[in-house]
């Protein structure tokens, strides 16, 4: 059985009804979650590493700059998940592991902080970082410099689209981590490409770590994609609405497991935020 914590590493404010069609015209905190997970033989395991203050860096020049416009960022330094951690007295050496769910910045800009850890990578979303640059790159939430290429060759990268593991109800086939059962990686295919979730089996219950399958839990239950204006940013619509789906499916099937969008307010909420 895992551990896992929640934490929080900053956050952007978005309009609510880009996040959700139907909802009142708000500016909504997007908090960029990860899971820091303790496995009982793997030892420490990440589950994306969120922002960072690197990023101020990374999209100070043009055309990376936009991003900064388009999603507004409010990141303290104490929240960078490395000083979290060593506010908990670990060190980054510690760190044995780090799924990274998908190459957007939010969910990787940390990643630099654990030099020893392995990476655990979609092989499509690895293919796709390596490739994109400039607009291409910032048009599908990618900022390259976050992106530690000289770790790329020590990888250990899943192919999502031949899976093997067993099903999920509605999800399909996994990855079996470790071997064990106790993480089993999907894909989720829509938002990002090369998009991964992570069901763990946790002392607390199962729970499917759900990157930005869904944006909001409130989305998962009553099946409300994002804003038709997000169709020119993700990487494939018609796969996003699909994973909604797949995640309301799954969620009525499987009441037992918790499911964590890493930017939902009600999730951010019972971390006492």
Known sequence: ??????????????????????SAWRQMDCHALVGLIRHPR????????????RILTATEPWPYRLYRYATPLHLRPELALVNQLAARGITPAEVGHVIISHLHADHLAGLADFPAATMVIAAQ????????????????????????????????????????????????????LFGDGSIRLLA????????????????????????DGAW????????????????????????????LNKLRAFA???????IVPCHCPEVFASLGG
């Open 125 to 176: 979303a690895l293919q796709a970082g390596l490739t994109l640059n400039g607009v291409a790159a910032l048009q599908r939430g990618y900022i390259p410099a976050l992106l530690p290429r000289q770790r790329v060759g020590k990888a250990l990268t899943v192919p999502l689209g031949h899976l093997r593991g067993p099903a999920l109800p509605h999800l399909g086939p996994t990855h079996d």
């Open 42 to 53: 793997h030892g420490l395991i990440l589950f994306d590493t969120g922002y960072a203050p």
């Open 216 to 243: 909001t839990s409130r989305a998962i239950r009553e099946g409300r994609p994002p804003a038709r204006l997000i169709n020119l940013i993700v990487d494939d619509p018609r796969a996003l609405r699909a994973t």
């Open 1 to 22: 059985m895992l551990t896992l914590e929640l934490l929080d590493t900053g956050m952007c404010v978005v309009p609510a009804p880009l996040v959700m069609r139907g």
């Open 252 to 258: 009525k099937a499987r009441p037992d497991v918790r």
């Open 188 to 211: 989720l295919p829509g938002h990002a490409y090369g998009q991964m979730g992570a069901l763990l089996q946790t002392t607390d219950g199962p729970v499917l770590l759900a990157a």
